[in-house]
């Protein structure tokens, strides 16, 4: 049965994340990058600038300061898809699927930005005065009410990401599978549920997980962005910095293991007549994962953004696609190199097992200190990812219900159920699932982004121009 399954959810997800997404994805990004001309590398210094200023600017409509949507929206990003995703798209598609991932995530800062800003620019304020914005609200707002189907279609493909894709069960999974690694690696010690084995480790995590979820989430926007704040720069730098002590201590292996990815990326590994089948698989697969990991294009980061206290568009942009920045071409980059330096990916293993294998080769330590600190990092990554997607989904729910308030508490305890099932899933079914949801969404927000791009341009235009006499 559960063969059967995943056989017909691969089918749909290689349907979705064929071809056509990808260059709808990539020309977007691109056509982005092209209409901003280079924001992405021109204005990163300034971007830095104003997220670490933020709080002399945040005087505007809002719920949370900029910084505070920013580390929301990466509470959301920085997730299993770091850890997990990265490793398993490199073991699908090779190390090519590395450098894909990275060209995806370097013209989705010019995506991200456009998400950050429109979703200031047409955001709204509720009944009960709370702000709210995001993909419906510009596309409603900006396209015009007669597009108003659009922004329902993805409220409701953004609901089901939340609770059946990226919020609750991969995440609780790679942070089940994560615990029974270090804990229980051979499954000694189990329990039968539903007529299958578990390790008492990942009944034990997954229930304490869903209790710490429920206490935050059921505390809204102001909880899930105080814990954030706390938790994402602790966690981030934590991580980044093993990383590099793994490329430090094996150094010498970088510049083949760069080779290995830009032959990979292009299909020069492969045998003679296979090499644009290689170059599809690493594309398909390493794009697929870096909008998982990044989500630019998907534009769920525009609804943390739409409730930081900023009146200005361009400049909650810029902060915006910091995200990318900080998500993939960072984080993501240390991953994949941990584990092409280290030879992981082409040993039979998958998933958290391939980023593990990496970081007991590549630290100094012994195996179970370096499964340790991974695990911890894992932990916390997917965490923060489950409060930052219930968020996202609860704003699509209120879009779809005009504010329902009891819908909203019924869906926060479904959302929290979710969680508590989500080790028992199994784990090609889990990423299957997020990946056909991810791309269903993204379809509606990218038909928003192209039609309202010459506004983003003009506006983006007009404030550099006087932000260049202001500075004279």
């Known amino acids: 049965m559960f063969d059967t399954i995943n056989k017909i959810l691969t089918s749909i997800d290689n349907l ?59 509470s959301a990003t920085i997730g299993t898809g770091n850890i997990v995703g990265v490793a398993t ?20 800062t010019a995506t991200k930005f456009t998400e950050g800003f429109l979703a200031i620019k047409y955001r709204t304020v509720a009944e009960d005065g709370h702000v ?37 069960f991969t995440q609780i999974n790679g942070i089940t599978s994560a615990v029974k690694n270090f804990f229980d690696p051979d499954s000694i010690n189990t329990v039968s549920i ?4 578990y390790s008492w480790s990942v009944v034990v995590a997954g229930v304490i997980l869903t209790v710490i979820v429920a206490f935050v989430i059921i505390g809204g926007i102001q909880r899930i962005s105080t814990v954030s704040q706390i938790i994402v720069p602790f966690m981030a730098i934590a991580y980044v910095a093993v990383a590099v002590l793994i490329l430090i201590l094996n150094y010498e292996r970088i510049p083949g293991a760069i080779v290995e990815i830009v032959q990979g990326a292009f299909g ?21 994962r870096g909008i998982f990991s990044n989500e630019s294009g998907l534009g769920s980061a525009p609804i943390a953004a739409a409730a ?38 082409n040993v039979g293993l998958d998933g958290v097992d391939v980023t593990t294998r990496a970081f007991q080769v590549g630290l100094p330590f012994p195996a179970q200190v370096s499964s340790f600190i991974l695990m911890m990092c894992l932990v916390f990554f997917a965490f923060t990812t489950i409060l930052g997607w219930d968020y996202y989904s609860e704003r699509c729910l209120d879009y779809l219900t005009h504010n329902n308030a009891k819908a909203i508490s019924v869906f926060r305890w479904l959302y929290i159920a979710c969680v508590f099932i989500g080790p028992y899933m199994t784990v090609s079914a889990v990423w299957t699932i997020a990946d056909i949801f991810n ?34």
């Open 132 to 168: 709210v914005g995001g993909p419906f609200y510009y596309i409603e707002n900006g396209m015009g009410k007669q597009w108003r189907w659009l922004a329902k279609i993805f409220a409701f493909f953004g609901l089901c990401v939340g609770l059946m894709g990226i919020g609750t």
């Open 89 to 108: 798209a490199i073991v699908a598609g090779g190390p090519g699927a590395l450098f894909w991932m990275v060209m995806a995530a370097v013209v989705g």
């Open 439 to 472: 791309g269903l969404m993204a379809i509606p927000n990218l038909i928003a982004l192209l039609a309202l791009s010459g506004i983003v341009a003009r506006e983006t235009k007009e404030y550099f121009k006087n932000f260049k006499a202001a500075n004279k």
């Open 16 to 74: 979705v994340w064929g071809i056509p997404l990808i260059v709808m994805i990539m020309a977007t990004g691109i056509y982005l990058t092209i209409r901003l001309r280079g924001l992405q590398v021109r204005r990163l210094i300034l971007a830095v600038k104003y997220m670490l200023a933020n709080e002399e600017h945040d005087d505007g409509d809002g719920e949370i300061s900029s910084f505070a949507a920013l580390c929301t929206a990466l």
């Open 268 to 288: 020069l590994r492969a045998a003679a007549g296979g090499a644009l089948g290689a170059m599809i698989v690493a594309m398909q697969k390493g794009i697929a």
């Open 308 to 345: 930081a206290k900023s009146n200005e568009p361009v400049r909650q942009g810029l902060i915006s696609m910091l995200g990318t920045v900080i998500d993939t071409i960072i984080i993501c980059t240390m991953t994949g190199l941990t584990i092409v330096i280290t030879g992981s990916w």
């Open 194 to 197: 539903l007529g299958r084995d």
